[in-house]
């Protein structure tokens, strides 16, 4: 499966998951996993919340924030990798200057 990020649209995602700002994000899907690539402006958030269908991956490809999970701080930056564990509560912050963005994979629940 081939994806190509560069043909398709952003979305605007207020407030996500109670977060500051908007968080845009262009999206593909497998039958088990969302392929996400991430761009959280500058003072924008993805709001705290437990990661409850499997493990979140964060591939931070530009710019500078900071994850918090499970109450632990982790700096972002380029060419690092955010896994925050399937049951944990996280949050990711851009308080860099410019925008932070991320190459994220996540489980879709199964039901």
């Known amino acids: 499966m081939l994806i190509d990020f560069s043909t398709s649209e952003w979305t605007e995602i207020p407030h996500m ?15 088990s996993t969302r392929i996400i690539l991430t761009r959280i402006p500058p003072g924008s958030s993805i709001g705290k919340h ?9 591939y931070v490809l530009e710019g500078k924030g ?3 999970c499970d109450g632990k701080e982790e700096i972002l930056f380029p060419g690092v990798c955010h896994v925050c564990p399937k049951g944990s509560e996280h949050s990711i912050v851009n308080d860099g200057d410019t925008d ?10 199964k039901i």
Request: net charge negative.
């Open 100 to 109: 932070l963005i991320l190459f994220t994979t996540v489980p879709i629940a």
């Open 66 to 68: 900071k994850a918090i």
């Open 50 to 58: 437990i990661q409850s269908s499997g493990d979140d991956v964060n």
């Open 17 to 31: 998951n109670g977060g500051e700002g908007s968080v845009l994000a262009k999206m593909a899907m497998t039958e």
